[in-house]
Each structure stands twice: as structure tokens, then as C-alpha cells.
């Protein structure tokens, strides 16, 4: 998928695959496919990555076998196979499902933002830890996809 106008929608956080930036793009689905396992909802399935978030290790996906179907999906870059709900599935539905998620990031970083500035909040630290954490609740709306656990909030 080759569709560069859709991912800057998702704002300047987004690295859309095609494009040049200090992260070596091959290394993004090499990893995907290393950390999934058996028991993952999405192993086996057909999964392009088409774009990376800037500021940590998301990875957003387009399903090539239901190409209404993106998903974004939070790598741990462990360098190998891995157990449980990882790489965790933050958001999975159609485009405008996408974006809301998104949405949802935006205002939550917005909010930690203009609390930082009245001082009721601190700031984020070197280590790139916010205290105390952001909370985005993660989007499964794709129905026929029961194996998906529902899943807590997600720290940012």
C-alpha cells in the first residue's frame, strides 16, 4: 500500500515506509515477524507494515487479506519470539477507527501538555518517562475478530 496522503493524516508523529528518515525501514516487519508467535491473534496473517511512529516502537499495518483492516501494534524489539498479548494490538479497525485512536493520543498529550505549563503536572523526564503516566484506551472494532482480548488502558 502506497498511500502516503493517509498516513500524514496521522500527523508528523508517523514515518510512512516510503519515506527516508534514521530508522532502518527493513528492520520493522523483520522485527514484526520475529516477535510474533502461535498463539497471537494476528500469526500467520498477511500484514503490511506501512508506516512507524516517530516517538516509540508502534508499527501501523495494513492486513492484506481484508484491505479495510489497519492495525497499529507495539513492538518490544526484544529480538525475539514473544509470549502473551506482544507485540500488543493498540488499535485495530477500519481507517476512521485509525484515526480516532489517534485522536485520542493527541488530546492525552494535549491535556499532559497544558497541565505541565500550569504546573500541575511534571514534566516529562530525560528518560522520556511522563509522570504520572498517559492513559489511551485502545480500539478493537474490528468485529468478526473475537481472539482479540479486550485490553487495559495504554500507558504513553
Known amino acids: 500500500m502506497k498511500d502516503t496522503g493517509r498516513v500524514a493524516t496521522l500527523g508528523d508523529d508517523w514515518c510512512d515506509m516510503s519515506e527516508g ?3 532502518d525501514h527493513t528492520a520493522l516487519p523483520r522485527e514484526l515477524r520475529t516477535e510474533m508467535h502461535p498463539a497471537h491473534p494476528f500469526f500467520g496473517a498477511a500484514l503490511e507494515v506501512i508506516a512507524h511512529r516517530r516517538t516509540n516502537d508502534d508499527v501501523l499495518c495494513h492486513h492484506l487479506d481484508t484491505p479495510a483492516r489497519f492495525s497499529i501494534l507495539h513492538l518490544t524489539w526484544s529480538g525475539r519470539e514473544e509470549i502473551g498479548s506482544c507485540p500488543t494490538i493498540d488499535a485495530d479497525g477500519e481507517w476512521p477507527h485509525i484515526v480516532a485512536y489517534e485522536n485520542d493520543v493527541e488530546e492525552a498529550l494535549s491535556a ?3 497541565l ?6 511534571t514534566p516529562m ?6 509522570s504520572p503516566p498517559l492513559h489511551v484506551k485502545a480500539v478493537h472494532a474490528w468485529a468478526e475478530d473475537s481472539a482479540i482480548p479486550p485490553e487495559p488502558d495504554r500507558r504513553r
Open 112 to 114: 499532559a501538555e497544558a
Open 116 to 121: 505541565e505549563q500550569a504546573g500541575r503536572r
Open 125 to 130: 523526564g530525560p528518560a522520556g518517562t511522563p
Open 21 to 23: 528518515c534514521d530508522l
